[in-house]
């Protein structure tokens, strides 16, 4: 298991685009927005993939550490080597879902959140976001204002003049089943769909493991969501 | 003449005597090189661009790592090259150099004309252009200037205030700046500019002891034999305290202080720090002369831009193109007493080269 991490790693060309040799000089760390709130250091990140150190690596991959990257990219635009610890995270995130590692850190179980929410969004509707999916009881964040645009949503979207749900063009239409399908097999192609499977392979094993089983013996993944998003 | 001198040297002698040698650049390297040639009997042209010599060292203020006075160093030079008959040609910057039946030609824009029979390039270095390193505010932001700015600054005024015109409480020392750094293509180490560094912040000190110093550095490359003690006084005695973090980026705030972001990563922490003034030790560069006086002969650039030398163990003053040779900081990033040795070792070059010059039949 230990001497494939590296060679998972390695097979990534955003590795090699990512990290030619650092020298350790803390850069990305300053410029980094996630640094400033988490106990996160992209530096030592670099450096802890540029060692090789399979165990290190191995409980990188099983970190939360890992999922605090908003992918800004700062760090690209500062390194004195030309390096992108983005990148290298983008590497480590990926890893740690093909080995299933991201179950074992509280950031990283949300992979399957997002796989439910966003990722299924894209095959279903075309969207990421669409405003008859952002239902205001799941996202209390949003406040009283949303509310609002969600029970009025018809008249809002007509007044900027979007296309709620229209055929033809404009904005928040509706994407043809003929899109969809492309989307579908584009997903398909790139392994973006294996992904899902992947993921929710890992988080059905996590569930179990949890004691998330319904009736028939299988993972309770509407309790395992449940349990997911009590722990946000 | 000197009767105790063996026959062949007074040959030699003679024969050189008839030799020309045309040095440029009119900087330490050039003087030093072209008062030894000068000395040995050889006539010799020193052509400088600026209306004096001394180059760059005309600007410093103090040299590390024994604070002692460049001027000094300079008045020395020009005593020398004077004594031993050097034809100084000033305002001249030799932008042409060519070869013909084994003598060179050298000319400039107004094709003012040099022969010579070698020719040493002493052209120096180039100071790196902080601007390119936007993100440090340099000509942005009045109070981070650069180490050549504070040599100038001490010499001119002999204090150091900022832009308000009040002493500092803290200042920043940022070491590798446009060195070591792809993204402004120079990945070498200017290699003096972590003692400049601890020169400057030492002087600091000893003017504004209640002022804060700080050092921003990745390595501090201490390769000089007297330079690791200066450290060692400048922590103890001066109280200079060293961060080991490369800047990520200054910015103004209201007060025309500075904020400035790096990460100490001895602690691994992100640190922003305030000061009233930032000073960038900005890194030698290949001089702006070199490509055109690279043009129309054959002499190359190493992978830096600085000239390329046949062999940098054994020949590193000699060039690419058979007669022309090096001196200094056209071959690389050095200090004050590697210049002029390494001046000395040129003219030698030079000496060997023109006593087996096949046209003149050798010796």
Redesign the interface.
Known sequence: MHSKLNSLLKSDVRLEEGLTACMNCGICTAICPAAEYFEYDPRSIAVTVQSGNEEEIATLLESDTIWYCGQCMSCKTRCPRNNCPGLIISVLRKVSQETGAFVQSRMGRQQYLIVKNIGMNILNYGYCVHPTILMPENHPEQGPVWKWVYENMGEVYASVGANLNGDGPGAMRKISGADLGELHRIFKESGGLKFYETIEHFSKIKALELGFVNENGEADMEKYTQHLLQEI | MNRFLPDVLIHTTEMMKNKHVAVIGGGIAGMEAASVLARQGLKVTLVEKQKATGGKLNDWHHLFPDFSSPGVVVENLDKKTVRAGVNVVCHTEISHIERNNGRFELSDQRDVKIFADAVIVASGFHVFDATLKE?YGYGLFSNVITSVDFERRMKKHGKLLTLQGTEPRRVAIIH?VGS????VGNIYCSKVCCITGIKQAIEINKMLPECEVFCFY?DLRLYGSKFDSLYLEAQKRHKIQFI??????AAERPDKSLQL?????LQ????RMNVDLVILLVGMEPALSNSSLMRNNQMKPDENGFFRSVNMHEARNVGTQEGIFMAGTAICPMAVNETLENARSAALEVMNFLRTDKNHGGF
Do not use: F, V
């Open positions: 993100e590798c070591r750094d792809a993204k990745m080991r973090g490369r800047l990520s980026e972001k790096a990460e100490d990563t691994g922490r992100p640190l």
